[in-house]
């Protein structure tokens, strides 16, 4: 950042420094390298507007006339409506960070209306991707190889929860086994139970391809933590080809297993894609939309429009899972 001639260099100093300390808290909490280069982009943009006026770069001065006027700034400075929002998000997010870390008393960023979002349209997985990825997984899950069996397990249980639990990234990376709900009965559906950081924990019903695949994996799992001598409550962990790391997976290292599969697959499948394909498939059931929202954790003014006028081209269906599942096994017990 520039310096201007009427701006202290301690303040800016200061200023940079406390948005370092937030970096470095969202590069601990997993955040990927593309999404901290975002942060630094909108971040620089409100320095900017700071500089203008010395008098505004003490972060514990502003206040709500100051950051209405960085909104005023943002109306003219961009003109699309993600680009304002995108900016303001980022902002309040620091200033959440430095209440938590006492360095201010209030957050005045909340006091900002942000713009409204514009809602691409849905890009899901496709079935085709679906069936080749779920078979890859199940083949890799018969290797004689112990870890790439029990990664192949865990990747099985991933895409299980996203596909058929419409669960982010940010759900699965500290998921607890204890989490995990199985059914009592064969009318009942296994569930997980899915706990947000600021909200209320809910309850979303799971594919029935659930349970068997995830009996498995933890049978395996346990017999490797023994081995490893490892104790850790998280459903998912992060390891290497010979052994298990820690427990819990980030939602960078869940983003690298995608990688590694449109990359080896040729896929063209992420995690948000496999979660759109998720509501696609709600809706062709006729599951409410108060139940899709509240699974999907939006808030009920959330809008599904995007996905209704989309829905006559997608066709989804999960039998395959159970059915790819039951076939390998068999074939996996015939051949031994």
């Not at 970096?23 to 900017?48: M, P």
């Not at 029935?208 to 023994?226: I, M, T």
């Not at 599951?287 to 509240?294: A, C, H, P, V």
């Not at 809008?303 to 039951?326: A, C, I, M, N, R």
């Amino acid at each position: 950042m520039n310096n201007s001639k009427n701006a202290p260099d301690s303040q800016i100093k200061e200023l940079l420094e406390h948005q370092q300390e937030f970096f470095n808290t969202l590069r601990s909490k997993g955040r990927s390298a593309n999404t901290l280069k975002n942060y630094r982009t909108d971040l620089q943009c409100f320095n900017n507007f700071l500089l203008k006026e010395s008098s505004r770069l003490k972060v514990e001065d502003l206040s709500i006339p100051h950051v209405k006027e960085y909104g005023d700034y943002l109306q003219t400075k961009y003109n699309s409506d993600n680009s304002r929002r995108r900016r303001v998000q980022a902002l309040r997010l620091f200033f959440d960070f430095l209440v938590e870390t006492k360095v201010v008393g209030s957050n005045p960023v909340r006091k900002i209306p942000t713009s409204p979002k514009f809602l691409d349209r849905p890009r899901p997985a496709t079935m085709v991707d679906l069936k080749t990825l779920w078979q890859y997984l199940l083949e890799e899950g018969h290797s004689r190889h112990k870890m790439t069996k029990l990664l192949a397990r865990r990747n099985q249980v991933m895409v299980l929860l996203i596909f058929t639990g419409g669960l982010k990234v940010s759900d699965l990376s500290q998921l607890k086994v204890k989490q995990i709900i199985l059914p009592k009965n064969e009318e009942d559906s296994p569930k997980v139970i899915v706990k947000p950081p600021k909200r209320d924990p809910y309850t979303v019903p799971l594919g029935q391809a659930f349970v068997p695949v995830f009996e498995e994996y933890l049978q395996l799992l346990r017999q490797q933590q023994k081995e490893q001598g490892l104790d850790f409550s998280e459903l998912l962990f992060n390891a290497n080809p010979y052994r298990i790391l820690s427990g819990g997976l980030s939602p960078r290292g869940i983003e690298v297993i995608f990688e590694d599969w449109r990359e080896r697959l040729m896929l063209d499948i992420t995690a948000k894609s496999l979660r759109q394909a998720c509501v696609f498939h709600w809706l062709q059931k006729n599951q409410k939309d108060g139940l899709i929202k509240e699974w999907m954790g939006v808030a009920p003014s959330y809008s599904l429009k995007l996905y209704k006028d989309h829905l006559s081209s997608q066709v989804y269906d999960d039998s395959f899972l159970l059915e790819l599942y039951f076939h390998y096994t068999k074939h996996n017990y015939e051949r031994s």
